[in-house]
């Protein structure tokens, strides 16, 4: 577990190559999950975000935006919209649509959307503006992946401790699976970058 909490970041443009090829993570998505734990540890110091969490999450979520075979652009934004099976109690729990359908065209019920896969009302909670174009877009990898790392450490968690970590995971995704997942994605990542806390 150690290896999944508190790993520092190394955002050297040639660490990022030479990790992006190290975990199969696309360049694009890596810089922003490094970015994103950087911006918010400087904000929250006392969280210790990894890069590796906030992969392993955008891995388990949408493997990094390219799940149903998209891609990301070179600006961060999903090629193809990544919009999530519809909430409606059926495998999922029910939650009725929060934002008249903007963000997922659906105005009945909600769905999760973007890389991160942010249900629309969390996203009104913590969206971000992670590439500094002045929206908030959770299509876009860069604010999702600040949007991301900061609900993860909303609350004062310290992800250095193996509850702080878990606590923030089963935040955004109550599934003892789920966390099972993230958790051992972001221990691989770490792992395969020679990364330690």
Excluded at 84 to 113: E, H, K, Q, Y
């Amino acid at each position: 577990m150690t290896t999944a909490v508190n790993v520092t970041r190394n955002p050297d443009a040639d660490w990022v190559v030479r990790a992006a090829g190290q975990t199969g993570i696309p360049e694009r998505a890596l810089r922003a999950y490094v970015a994103a734990a950087a911006t918010v540890n400087v904000a929250a110091p006392t969280c210790g975000i990894g890069w590796n969490t906030v992969a392993a999450v955008g891995f388990v979520e949408t493997a990094h935006g390219t799940y149903g075979g998209g891609s990301l652009t070179a600006a961060g934004e999903v090629s193809r919209p990544v919009v999530g099976p519809v909430l409606d109690g059926a495998g999922f729990a029910a939650i009725a649509d929060t934002d008249a359908g903007a963000l997922d065209g659906d105005s009945r019920w909600d769905r999760a959307v973007g890389p991160m896969q942010f249900i629309p009302s969390t996203w009104q909670l913590v969206g971000r503006d992670g590439n500094g174009d002045g929206t908030a877009d959770p299509f876009n990898i860069d604010d999702a992946a600040l949007s991301a790392a900061t609900y993860l450490c909303s609350g004062g968690r310290d992800l250095t401790t193996t509850d702080g970590w878990t606590e923030a995971i089963y935040a955004y995704n109550q599934s003892d699976a789920y966390i099972g997942q993230v958790r051992d994605q972001a221990i691989a990542y770490a792992s395969k970058t020679g990364t330690r806390g």
